[in-house]
Each structure stands twice: as structure tokens, then as C-alpha cells.
């Protein structure tokens, strides 16, 4: 059976946690962003909106991530967090979405978000860029959000960390359950399963 290139994209792509400090513009990015827009949406209005810190703007992204931190995890970490968000990583982006109290309509800007989110990612790979997509703890803490242009009522759904790696820095697959393990296959009125 002949796989595709969009299969093999998808089987390939990695999550990239090493990158090292090749330049990457912001041209690149926007251009991920306006073919990444095509995910599905399940509403008429599209959910999300973009923070992007480059250059001497990953300060600023990665003093809103030390702001959450204690003084000893500062202490700790400070420089460590500095040289990665600042020189290493090329790129932060936020993918925020309004918040909305009614489920449905937050599931589904949810959803739309996750899958604009793997199309960025499958894009870049496409490219050679690695992209690691976060829901840390500074995602969801207020002063974070203030220091790094979040609205109020606006969630931060995914910190994507952009840029280029060393190919010999590419993880090793981990294994996936096979989906027919997990299919249940309704094929009659009655309801009888078949796998």
C-alpha cells in the first residue's frame, strides 16, 4: 500500500524540545499562520487570535513566564529560562480564544483551535521547523496573561515554541496504540459491536 504525503507528514512529525539558534522570520510564521487558518470551524466567526514574540520581544515572553515562578524557582531557573527563551527558541506564539460560558460553543472554539494548532505544526515540520506546543501553568495564571497582551476574557489555549534543530535531535517515535484496537464498530439497527 503507497502512503501519502500528507500520511507520512503526519507519521514523521516530532515534537521538538532541542532547537538550536538559526534565525527564523517572521514572514515564515505568518505565512504558517495564513495557510494554518483552514482548520475546520464549526461557527461562523473564527475563534482564535495570535501573540507572536520574536526577536527582543522573547524577553517579554519570558519575563511573563518568571513572573509566575517563586523566588526559588526564579533563583533556580532564571538563567537556564533565559538563554532558552531568549536565544535558543526562535519564536513564542500564543493561540487565544474568547472565552464563552456556554459549553458547546467553548468546546467547539476549542476544537477549531487544536486543530489550527496541529496544522501549524505539520506545516512547519514541513519546513524544518520544530514546534513545541505547551498548556503550562503560566497559560492559565492572570498576570501572565496581562504581561503578555492576553485580554481579558480571551484563554490561551496553546504556547507554541517555534524554530529550527538539528536533525540529529529529532526524537524517536513513541508507539500508538493501533486504532482498531479502540474502534467499536456499530453496523446494525440492534446495535451489535464488530470489530
Same mark, same amino acid.
Given at each position: ?7 507520512? $507528514?503526519?507519521?514523521? @512529525? ?36 495570535? %501573540? ?13 513566564? $518568571? ?8 533563583? @533556580? ?8 527563551? !531568549? ?26 483551535? /487544536? ?7 505539520? $506545516? ?20 501572565? !496573561? ?10 490561551? %489555549?496553546?504556547? $507554541? ?14 508507539? @500508538? ?7 467499536? !464498530?456499530?453496523? /446494525? ?7
Amino acid at each position: 500500500m503507497v502512503t501519502s504525503a500528507i500520511e507520512m $507528514l503526519i507519521r514523521e @512529525r516530532r515534537t521538538i524540545r532541542q532547537f538550536n539558534e538559526k534565525p527564523l522570520a517572521k514572514e515564515t510564521i505568518v505565512n504558517l499562520l495564513e495557510a494554518a487558518v483552514w482548520a475546520p470551524v464549526h461557527s461562523r466567526k473564527e475563534p482564535w487570535r495570535f %501573540i507572536l514574540f520574536m526577536e527582543e520581544g522573547r524577553k517579554r515572553f519570558a519575563d511573563g513566564v $518568571l513572573h509566575t515562578f517563586s523566588k526559588d524557582e526564579r533563583e @533556580r531557573w532564571e538563567e537556564k529560562l533565559q538563554n532558552d527563551y !531568549c536565544e535558543r527558541i526562535q519564536a513564542h506564539l500564543l493561540v487565544v480564544i474568547e472565552a464563552d460560558p456556554r459549553q458547546r460553543e467553548w468546546e467547539d472554539a476549542v476544537g477549531a483551535g /487544536s486543530a489550527l494548532i496541529q496544522n501549524i505544526q505539520l $506545516l512547519a515540520w514541513e519546513q524544518g521547523i520544530g514546534v513545541v506546543w505547551k498548556t503550562n501553568e503560566y497559560n492559565f495564571d492572570p498576570d501572565f !496573561c496581562r504581561i503578555t497582551g492576553v485580554k481579558p476574557g480571551e484563554r490561551i %489555549i496553546g504556547t $507554541l515554541h517555534l524554530g529550527y534543530f538539528d536533525q540529529d535531535k529529532i526524537p524517536k517515535p513513541r508507539p @500508538r496504540t493501533p486504532a482498531r484496537e479502540l474502534l467499536t !464498530c456499530i453496523s /446494525s439497527v440492534d446495535g451489535d459491536e464488530q470489530l
